[in-house]
């Protein structure tokens, strides 16, 4: 069983940065894809990033690439999510996931681990 604990979240002004980190327990980090989905208050969950087990491929929906960027770092058991120039509409609890597969996905029901999730919130 792998557990994913989330960390980094806050409070910041539009156009600020935030760097969410993700820890895994386990040894097998390193053969799973990970990624990143938020749910804003009222809204469905939504896809932010994925990054493949050896992290070579990453992946983002349109509404954040070119701000978001996917990291990881295998000898540490940690995902890093960095967030820069965020808007109000970035506002959400942010959550991790791990895939016991080598490529990322960008569906929920892809995932077999979820950690509880971060609340980030940004103000105008």
């Known amino acids: 069983q792998v557990q994913l604990v989330e960390s980094g979240g806050g409070s910041v002004q539009a156009g600020g940065s935030l760097r969410l980190s993700c820890a895994a327990s386990?040894?097998?980090?390193?053969?799973?894809?990970m990624g990143w989905f938020r749910q804003a208050p009222g809204k469905e969950r939504e896809f932010v990033a994925t990054?493949?087990?050896?992290?070579?491929?990453?992946y983002y929906p349109d509404s954040v690439k070119g701000r978001f960027t996917i990291s990881r770092d295998n000898a540490r058991n940690t995902v890093y999510l960095q967030m820069n120039s965020l808007t109000p509409e970035d506002t959400a609890v942010y959550y991790c996931?791990?895939?016991?597969?080598?490529?990322?996905?960008?569906?929920?029901?892809?995932?077999?681990?979820w950690g509880q999730g971060t609340q980030v919130t940004v103000s105008s």
């Open positions: 386990g040894r097998t980090f390193s053969t799973y894809a």
């Open positions: 990054i493949s087990a050896s992290g070579g491929s990453t």
């Open positions: 996931a791990g895939r016991r597969r080598d490529s990322g996905s960008i569906s929920e029901s892809g995932y077999d681990y």
